[in-house]
């Protein structure tokens, strides 16, 4: 790490405090997966470990067996996120990401995604529809166009000139979700934890690179048009090759409304570490004025260069899965509101 990248540590505080009242709803079947599940340093979420090194968000072990695959046989960090996010994006079983995720509430799956690469590159698709995997569309963007972020229909047709075969997302069981929500139609602002399960990947490869991914098909029966932080860079995902990476997932709009990765990493940079970045991240959104966060989830997980890796989210039942020193595992992440 190049000493001019480390900015004196500066007083980093929140301010303002309020409580909201309502509790996150959180599935009974959720807690017990996750109490069952290999849970390790529920408060720490470090690991002083070797690279190769794969995190993700939530409980997606495929995912990063498949990445950690990619690093093992040498490849880049940014193949590994690409296709550790693909093998989410084609599970029709997650309802968040990719096919089959839940659609909005005109019906319509709609996919954001983006990418960032080891020199600063990024890629990034909003709104994107019929096409499944919308993380390699955003690597296309990336590395074939002038551009950092293609929306909507022309998104959707860039991704067929590039190759991508169209289809329908919406999986049966997605949509009768949809159909059973409509009857009553009331869009709470309170996340069930189930419905935000946006997979975010870090990787660091054997020459010490870092890349980063995320795709989400956002937040269930949202308004339609409607984009979170996901395909945003620094508030979904941030990655500086000489500090670290971060990626977050919960409520979109309270992450882009703290620019949360970018943070993250900035924290980092002044010398914080992931887990010590991730927590003051969250720390900023539960101490804004009037914030009601007892309503919401916000989760954010993070690398640095020396391969530590962090995870800090607002309400208990987050996690992280992490591939390092030959052990893929789910980590329960440490979490704010513990009243
Ligand atoms: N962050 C995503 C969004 O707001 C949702 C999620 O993480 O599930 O679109």
Redesign the pocket.
């Known amino acids: 790490m190049k000493r001019r990248n480390f900015i004196k540590k500066a007083s980093i505080t929140g301010v303002g405090f309020a409580v909201g009242s309502v509790l996150v709803n959180c599935e009974e079947k959720y807690k017990k997966k996750l109490e069952e599940s290999s849970v390790a340093n529920a408060t720490d979420g470090n690991g002083k470990g070797s690279i190769p090194l794969v995190v993700a968000?939530w409980h997606v072990i495929d995912a990063t067996a498949k990445a950690m695959e990619i690093l093992q046989a040498g490849g880049s960090s940014l193949d590994a996120v690409e296709q550790g996010c693909m093998v989410e994006e084609a599970d029709e079983k997650g309802q968040?990401v990719g096919k089959g995720g839940l659609p909005d509430r005109e019906g319509n799956v709609t996919l954001?995604a983006c990418i960032m690469d080891k020199n600063g590159n990024c890629g990034s698709v909003v709104y994107l529809q019929n096409i499944t995997h919308a993380v390699s569309v955003a690597r296309k963007v990336m590395e074939e166009t002038p551009h950092v972020m293609l929306a909507g229909k022309g998104a959707e047709q860039f991704a067929i000139e590039q190759g991508f075969q169209p289809e329908n997302l919406l999986t049966e069981t997605s949509k009768e979700a949809w159909e059973k929500w409509k009857v009553e139609s009331e869009y709470k602002p309170i996340?069930n934890i189930e419905?935000?399960?946006?997979i975010?990947m870090l990787a660091i490869d054997i020459n010490g690179d870092i890349s980063g991914a995320c795709t989400?098909?956002?937040?269930a029966y949202?308004m339609a048009g409607?984009?979170?932080?996901?395909p945003i860079i620094g508030s979904?995902l941030f990655v500086d090759n000489e500090i670290g990476g971060c990626v977050?997932?919960?409520?979109?709009?309270e992450?882009v409304k703290t620019v949360g990765s970018f943070l993250v990493v900035e924290l980092m940079r002044q010398g914080k570490s992931p887990q010590e970045a991730c927590k003051e991240a969250i720390r900023r959104i539960v101490n804004k004025p009037n914030s009601n966060y007892k309503n919401f989830q916000?989760?954010y997980i993070a690398v640095n260069k020396q391969g530590e890796t962090g995870s800090y989210s607002i309400h208990q039942w987050f996690s992280m899965t992490k591939f390092q020193d030959g052990v893929n595992e789910q980590i329960q992440s440490d979490y704010f509101n513990k009243a």
């Open positions: 968000t968040s954001d996340i419905n935000h399960d946006t975010g989400t098909s956002g937040l949202k409607r984009v979170g932080d996901s979904g977050a997932t919960g409520l979109g709009e992450v916000v989760g």
